[in-house]
């Protein structure tokens, strides 16, 4: 009975704090050399051929841009996420060598109106001389994300393991300023 | 860009999965053994629930349930929610897999009623191909109303194994009846002449939350 370890959460974990991934994080090891290696850290468990579709929106792959490297220029515009897996379930496909899961998940934005690298559009800064940049997390969303995953994830959950990845608001409260 | 309730990849899609969702929902709504002529020996389904999952607080309603919470009772003792279920046993056991199981578990979930045909706004679906069996992956989110209690009482085998009386409900008290919204993942691919074969089914459970989340104009 290897079933116990069939067991994808340690990959789904790491696969959703990969979308949080700060820039720069004061508490974190974790730094970048420049944007471009910032950016293709988001979800890079997504083949190249993934098909995505976030909020019902497919990204579609253009010109020399794959479909992974759509979702993560797009993940960049978004403010900093923090997400928290409620729940999953999956099944093991006889015959194909994949999973498919099915994840419940809550997700929070930073609505200090700075984007993930610091940035803000605002004209006029705040001259208070606080140089606070910790996030300002508002409420909750819902998300419901589909996946089909490579059943090799249980030995490496590293590699570029899956192949597509639906990623649906089930609730957006109705305080927040975050359009996606 | 932004939010769409309704993605096909292209109309073939578009048209399959329209048809089996439509279909599929009147019969769980009026007769669940219709369904089982689209699983086969490896079909496998389950059921979880986000209890967790965030919703908008409807003060109108609140009152028909204890502490305004939403009562999963017809659900938890089948939840397949794998970041709580740990024993190996239960993990395998809250997998249907086959015909007879299958429908043993649906007879152990709430009569409903979706009303996709009279208000096709409360859901939202995405659909597209899944290469592998030259099938498709259908998956819709939405919300039902619960009309009756399930045919079979899903609670039964736990009176009778747990420990008596401690964190059961007592007897004969049933879970208060409620909306609830949902997410469910099905994997369909081509069977013998034409027909169509659910390998895989995932419904997910959560607190009612309405459509407004795929249905608001985003705020500027």
Do not use: C
């Given at each position: 009975m290897s079933q116990i370890q069939q067991d994808p959460k340690p990959f789904l974990k790491k696969f959703l704090s990969s979308l949080d991934i700060?820039?720069?994080?004061?508490?974190?090891s974790t730094q970048f050399a420049n944007v471009d290696q910032y950016a293709t850290s988001?979800?890079?468990?997504?083949?190249?051929s993934s098909a995505v579709i976030v909020d019902g929106t497919p990204l579609i792959p253009t010109g020399t841009d794959d479909a992974r490297l759509e979702f993560q220029k797009k993940w960049i515009q978004v403010p900093l996420t923090m997400h928290q897996l409620n729940s999953y379930d999956c099944h093991l496909i006889p015959g194909t060598g994949v999973f498919v899961i099915n994840l419940s998940v809550k997700v929070k934005f930073d609505?200090?109106?700075?984007?993930?690298?610091?940035?803000?559009?605002?004209?006029?800064?705040?001259?208070?001389?606080?140089?606070?940049?910790r996030p300002i997390w508002g409420s909750w969303f819902g998300v419901n994300i589909n996946m089909v995953v490579d059943e090799t994830v249980i030995n490496?959950?590293?590699?570029?393991?899956?192949?597509s990845f639906d990623y649906r608001f089930t609730y957006k409260p109705d305080d927040s300023v975050i359009r996606i | 860009t932004g939010s769409t309730s309704m993605f096909f990849q292209d109309e073939e899609i578009r048209n399959m999965s329209t048809n089996f969702i439509s279909n599929y929902l009147k019969l769980w709504d009026g007769?669940?053994?219709?369904?089982?002529?689209?699983?086969?020996?490896?079909s496998q389904f389950s059921i979880q629930v986000d209890s967790s999952h965030p919703y908008?607080?409807?003060?109108?309603?609140?009152?028909?349930?204890s502490n305004g919470g939403t009562d999963f009772g017809n659900y938890l003792s089948n939840s397949r929610n794998l970041t709580r279920v740990s024993s190996i046993k239960s993990r395998i056991s809250r997998v249907a897999i086959g015909q007879e199981q299958i429908f043993k578990a649906f007879n152990q979930l709430p009569k409903t009623r979706h009303d996709l045909m009279t208000n096709p706004d409360l859901f939202s679906m995405e659909c597209f191909r899944f290469p592998l069996l030259n099938g498709i992956m259908i998956v819709i989110h939405g919300s039902f109303e619960?009309?009756?209690?399930?045919?079979?009482?899903?609670n039964a085998n736990n009176a009778q194994n747990?420990?008596?009386?401690?964190?059961?409900?007592?007897?004969?008290?049933k879970p208060a009846l409620s909306k609830k919204s949902f997410d469910r993942t099905f994997v369909v691919i081509p069977g013998p002449n034409g027909s169509m074969i659910v390998a895989s089914d995932l419904l997910s459970i959560r607190p009612h939350a309405g459509?407004?989340?795929?249905?608001t104009v985003a705020k500027v």
């Open positions: 700060q820039f720069n994080s004061p508490t974190s988001f979800g890079k468990n997504l083949k190249r609505e200090s109106g700075r984007s993930k690298l610091g940035e803000s559009a605002d004209l006029v800064h705040d001259s208070t001389g606080s140089r606070n940049t490496n959950g590293d590699g570029e393991v899956i192949s | 007769n669940r053994g219709d369904l089982m002529i689209l699983y086969q020996s490896e908008l607080l409807d003060t109108t309603t609140t009152t028909s349930y619960e009309t009756a209690q399930p045919e079979t009482d899903p747990g420990p008596r009386g401690r964190f059961n409900h007592p007897k004969h008290k459509k407004d989340a795929w249905n």
